[in-house]
Each structure stands twice: as C-alpha cells, then as structure tokens.
C-alpha cells in the first residue's frame, strides 16, 4: 500500500440499508479526515480525528459515524442511507492537524 | 465563517499559453494549499503557502500568495493538455479541528 487507499471505488445502495466506506493510510499520519463533494457545494467535512482514540464532528456529520481504532484504519459508517448521502467521499490525512493533507481516490456513493 | 472564493469558475486555453487562477478569502490566511483534481479522481498537491510574499515553483506552476495573505494565485506557464483538471484552493481553519475549507474548484481545459 502507498499512500491512502478507499474501498469500494464506488456503491449503489438502497435507502436505509446501513454501509461502511473504508480508508487506509500507511504514513502513520496522525491526523485523518472525511469529507463529501458535491456539486456546487464544493467539499465538505464529515468527521476527523486528531489522533488513534480521538473522533470529532465536522461541518456536516449528521447521519454518519467513525472510528479510529488505530492509526492506519479511519472507518465511515451510514447507519441508514437516505439519498441525500449520494456524493463522492473522500478520505484524508496528515502527519499531525495543521499540516498538509493528502487524500484518497474517493468512493462515489449513490443511494437510491 | 471563512470563504474561498475562486475565479475564473472554468478556463479554456490553447495548448502553450499562459494563465492564472485566483483565490481570495475574507479572511488573513494562515496556510493556503493548492491543490489539482482530475475527473473521477482524488485531489493532488500541489503547494502550500504561509507567509505574506511567498512564492513557491514547481516546474511550470507558480503560486503566490500577497502580503496581506488573503488572496493566492496560481500561474502556469506554457500549458499542456496535462495541465487540465480542476484546481481547487482550501485554507486552514485553524483550531483543533484541522480539517481546511476548499473553493469551489476552477475547471481547466487546454487545446491541443
């Protein structure tokens, strides 16, 4: 692994059905992030988390959950997708907050 | 709140020209990244600025950011279909969240 890896690359799924996004770094970057883009609304923060142990709420968390269990792993879960969760997820991290960001390919979500 | 306002929103030059793109803020900047999409894929780095004054190059990209710090501008020199993509500015927010808030993007095509 080189970098930061998403999974899957891309999902249909059915309203209300729950889904995890998964993301990996192997930078052992403290700090992890989750953001959303949409059209004409740019990206947008999710969650983060400063450190392994630590999550936080961003501009936009209602309606999903994280997890960082570890340093490498930086889950994002949708207890119940509805469709205004389409988007494209992106994952990011940085070596500690305040510092440049690299980011993932991105998962492209569709909820139908 | 901070905005990152970006201009132009789209570009279309002719393979060998010159252009810059713009990134202003209402706010003094205390980081300001630069950062390039291609369609379908994750967001690349390209550069990062601090101080007032600053200029950073790598190979035929230049961007500057102004004394004041709140405004940025990205130049490219002699552009190549490689060139095209969105170009995307974000800044930090500062605090513990760490997360940066991103322009709305600027769409780049080159003519061969």
């Known amino acids: 692994i080189a970098g930061i890896t998403q999974a899957p690359t891309s999902q249909i799924l059915a309203a209300g059905r729950r889904m995890t996004l998964r993301c990996t770094q192997d930078?052992?970057?403290?700090?992890m992030y989750w953001y959303r883009q949409d059209l004409g609304l740019g990206l947008r923060l999710i969650h983060y988390s400063n450190t392994a142990g630590t999550t936080g709420k961003g501009e936009v968390p209602d309606g999903y959950s994280v997890s960082r269990a570890n340093t490498d792993d930086f889950p994002l879960t949708l207890a119940s997708a509805v469709p205004s969760q389409t988007s494209v997820y992106f994952c990011a991290s940085s070596r500690n907050i305040q510092e440049t960001q690299y980011f993932g390919p991105g998962t492209r979500l569709l909820v139908l | 709140s901070q905005e990152l306002e970006q201009s132009p929103q789209s570009l279309i030059v002719q393979e060998g020209k010159n252009l810059t793109i713009n990134c202003t803020s209402s706010k003094t900047l205390y980081g300001l990244y630069w950062y390039k999409q291609k369609y379908g894929e994750g967001l690349i780095f390209l550069m990062m600025?601090?101080?007032?004054?600053e200029e950073k190059s790598h190979e035929k990209i230049t961007a500057k950011l102004d004394e004041k710090k709140q405004q940025s501008s990205l130049h490219i020199t002699a552009s190549q279909p490689s060139h095209a993509g969105i170009y995307l500015c974000?800044?930090?927010?500062?605090?513990?969240?760490?997360?940066?808030?991103f322009g709305k993007g600027t769409k780049l095509s080159v003519k061969p």
């Open positions: 974000g800044a930090s927010r500062g605090g513990s969240q760490g997360n940066l808030i």
């Open positions: 930078m052992r970057h403290n700090a």
């Open positions: 600025l601090q101080k007032g004054g």
